[in-house]
C-alpha cells in the first residue's frame, strides 16, 4: 500500500528538459554533442564526469562552466561564453500544470511528499520560484546539498530516512515498498525498482497522470462551473 510519493522536478514537474537543451543550443551554437564530448573528454582526464560532480556540489557551478568551455576551446577554436547557461536553461523551462495539480491532489488525498532533484546548488533560488514546493512538498532532498545522485541507491536511502524521522509517528516504519517514485529517467526509475520502489517513469502528461492516479486511487478532481461555461 503506498503511502509515500517521491517525485523528481525536472522534466517532471516542468516542460522537458530537451527543451532548455535546445535554447541553449540555438542561442550559444554550441550542440548537445559538443557538450556531452568535452564532459567525456574531462571525465577522461580527471576521473570524474564534471557533471556529476556540479550536482553533487563538489565543484561550484563557475568551475563546471569553466572546465567546459577550455574543453570546448580545443574543438570550437574559440573559448565561448558561458555564463548565461542557466538564465538560457530557466527561461525555456514551464511548469507542468497537469503534473502539479496531480501532486498537490496527492497531497490532499493524504500521501506524504517528497521532492528528490539531481540538481545544482546555485540554482535552487530559480528553480524554487518556479513551483510550490513549499506547498505540496513536505521533504525535498537536493542532489547538490546532500552529496549523492540518482540513481545512486545512497540517495534514495537518505530520502527514506529523511522521510521516517521527518513525522516518526506516521511514517517511522516506512519501507520502500510503501512509496511511489516518479522520474522521467529510466535509470533512476530501475534503480528505485531494485530497492523494491515502485516506480513510473514520467513520458508525457497523457501516460503519466492516469498511471499516476491509478497507482493511488485518485479520482478526476470534480469539474467547477456550469456546462458551457
Known sequence: MIRAIICDFGGVLTTP???SFMAFQDQTGISGKSLGKAMLRILER???HPLYELEKGRISEADYLAKVAAQLEEELDHRPRMVSFSE???AALDPNEPMIDTMRHAKAAGY????LTNNVREWEPLWRAMLPVDEIF??????AFVGMRKPEPEIYHLTLDRLRAHDEAELGDLEFGDCLFID??????RAARELGVEAIQFESNEQAVPEIRGA??????????????
Do not use: H, Q, W, Y
Not at 506524504?112 to 521532492?115: F, G, N, P
Not at 513536505?138 to 542532489?143: K, P, T
Not at 493511488?216 to 461555461?229: C, D, I, R, Y
Open 138 to 143: 513536505e521533504l525535498v532532498v537536493d542532489s
Open 88 to 90: 538560457i536553461f530557466f
Open 216 to 229: 493511488l486511487g485518485l479520482t478526476e478532481p470534480a469539474k467547477t462551473g456550469m456546462p458551457g461555461s
Open 17 to 19: 528538459l530537451l527543451r
Open 46 to 48: 580527471e576521473g570524474v
Open 112 to 115: 506524504r511528499m517528497a521532492l
Open 184 to 189: 522521467d529517467f529510466e535509470v533512476n526509475c
